[in-house]
């Protein structure tokens, strides 16, 4: 947890390394959690800083349509100031809570979040369903782009 001063709490997890290679890599995650709201200049650019890849959690209530929208828009801004291109991130879109009753459909989350293309998941994170392929598809976009990066073939 790192704790700022007039902010609030910012979160992290290390993933544990037995989750395998991907090809010959042995990824190790460090995942950050940001709140939706605009942050903190200073939280944003500890966060965003080296980010290898983003994962944008969308909530799909009905009444987080423009919630939804401002907080894609700050992210990519906040990157921007900071010299970094959302579009040239490795991004994940996340579709969260498509248990609650007013859930919108993914067709209307698609064209309210449609500004970037990547690859969207439909999650319910309370129960875990959606979580997994979500990381394994930034994990995935990460070493993509690694390999591109260093010129590196993909394995088998």
């Known amino acids: 947890m790192l704790p700022a001063v007039h902010e609030r709490i910012l979160f992290f ?19 950050h959690t940001m709140p939706g709201v605009v ?34 828009a700050d992210l990519a801004a906040g990157m921007a100031a900071h010299g970094l291109d959302l579009r040239a991130t490795p991004l994940v879109i996340q579709y969260n809570k498509r248990d609650t009753p007013d859930a919108m459909p993914v067709a209307e989350l698609d064209e309210l979040l449609a500004t970037i293309p990547c690859p969207r998941f439909e999650a319910i994170a309370s129960t875990g369903v959606g979580v997994f392929d979500t990381l394994k598809a930034i994990a995935g976009a990460i070493v993509v782009r690694h390999r591109a990066e260093s010129g590196d073939a993909p394995t088998g």
Request: net charge positive.
């Open 39 to 72: 942050f903190s200049d200073t939280s944003r650019r500890q966060v965003l800083k080296g980010a290898d890849g983003i994962v944008f959690v969308a909530d799909s209530q009905g009444g987080r349509r423009e919630a939804n929208v401002l907080s894609l």
């Open 13 to 31: 997890d290390f993933m544990p390394t037995t989750l395998g290679t991907l090809g010959d890599l042995r990824p190790r995650f460090h995942l």
